[in-house]
């Protein structure tokens, strides 16, 4: 009797169990034909474009305002370009002076000794022209001479050729004119002191007379 009893028991907890499970399906049936029945809300915004109309002076005055402003980038372009030009410049001629500077740095210590080199010339010259002239001072005299003028020679300082050549006012400066017989125009007659080249310039001029 107890047997029966527990298996009739068990039998109505199966049925009670399928009829719950029954119910919670058709319940989720339920939800999802629900969800299937609602329509779907799209998350997109949709814009409306918003035009502005505006009159003729609005747009006049934005059109001149735009030259206006196409002028002064077209000025600003053209001084940009002006200091770039200038700076350029002064560059090569910065690089120049610095060149000639190394090029030409004894120029002005050569330039102060041609007097000095005058003065041993003309003396040499006198001692040789005198009879009762002591050897010695001449002797004395030619040795500082030479010495003097291999210390030009060392520097590149040379001697411009100067009577029977045609004057050159790059070269020469003439203190006369005269006519001479036989000798054709602008050519240099006599040397009254000399000139000096130190490499590529002029270090004095010649002084000279030229023939008309």
């Known amino acids: 009797m107890e047997k029966t009893k527990k298996s009739t028991e068990e039998k109505q907890n199966k049925i009670e169990s399928n009829e719950d499970f029954k119910v919670e399906i058709s319940k989720e049936a339920l939800n999802k034909s629900e969800l299937k029945k609602k329509p779907i809300k799209s998350s997109k915004k949709k814009f409306k474009s918003k035009e502005k109309s505006i009159s003729i002076k609005e747009y006049q005055n934005i059109e001149k305002q735009l030259e206006e ?3 002064a980038c077209e000025q600003l372009n053209d001084k940009v370009f002006r200091i770039a030009a200038e700076f350029a410049n ?4 910065s690089e120049k002076e610095i060149q000639d500077f190394h090029k030409y740095a ?3 210590i050569l330039k102060a000794f ?21 050897k010695t001072d001449t002797d004395g005299s030619k040795m500082i001479y030479k010495k003097v003028k291999k210390i030009f020679i ?7 050729k100067s009577e029977g ?3 050159d006012p790059d070269l020469h400066h003439a203190v006369m004119a005269r006519e001479e017989e036989g000798v054709e125009p602008d050519m240099v ?8 080249k130190y490499k590529d310039r002029v270090l004095r001029f010649t002084k000279v ?3 008309k």
């Open 106 to 108: 004894g120029e002005k």
């Open 90 to 93: 002064y560059k090569k001629r």
């Open 154 to 160: 060392e520097h590149n300082v040379e001697v411009i």
């Open 114 to 134: 041609l007097p000095v080199l005058d003065d041993l010339e003309r003396a040499i010259k006198h001692e040789n022209n005198e009879d009762n002239s002591e």
């Open 69 to 71: 402003k196409t002028i």
């Open 189 to 196: 007659l006599e040397e009254f002191e000399k000139g000096y």
């Open 209 to 211: 007379v030229v023939s």
């Open 165 to 167: 050549e045609p004057f």
